[in-house]
Nanobody
Framework: QVQLVESGGGLVQAGGSLRLSCAAS????????MGWYRQAPGKQRELVAT???????NYADSVKGRFTISRDNAKNTVYLPMNSLNPEDTAVYYC?????????WGQGTQVTVSS
């Protein structure tokens, strides 16, 4: 059973920073493509950033230059440092893992950016 557990969310002022972490268990972490998605109230879940098992990355235009996805396969963890946060970044952030058509989600962590 694959489990993904996010941490690191919270309340921060505009211009501040947070670092999200997602710890995986129950699988061979290194073979998975990992990603971060977010869902704001009343909006659909959207891609924030992804990283393949070989390290290729993809970012939403809205976070390019501010967020950086990384992974530590030895720790079974994927990270998302977020800088220059603004109120539009307020959402529940979800960790996602994909392998051979299977997708897994964490429970989400709330990020709130005050103006």
């Amino acid at each position: 059973q694959v489990q993904l557990v996010e941490s690191g969310g919270g309340l921060v002022q505009a211009g501040g920073s947070l670092r999200l972490s997602c710890a995986a268990s129950g699988t061979i972490f290194g073979i998975y493509a990992m990603g971060w998605y977010r869902q704001a109230p009343g909006k659909q879940r959207e891609l924030v950033a992804t990283m393949t098992s070989t390290g290729a990355t993809n970012y939403a235009d809205s976070v390019k230059g501010r967020f950086t996805i990384s992974r530590d396969n030895a720790k079974n963890t994927v990270y998302l440092p977020m800088n220059s946060l603004n109120p539009e970044d307020t959402a529940v952030y979800y960790c996602n893992g994909r392998y051979l058509g299977n997708a897994y989600w964490g429970q989400g962590t709330q990020v709130t950016v005050s103006s």
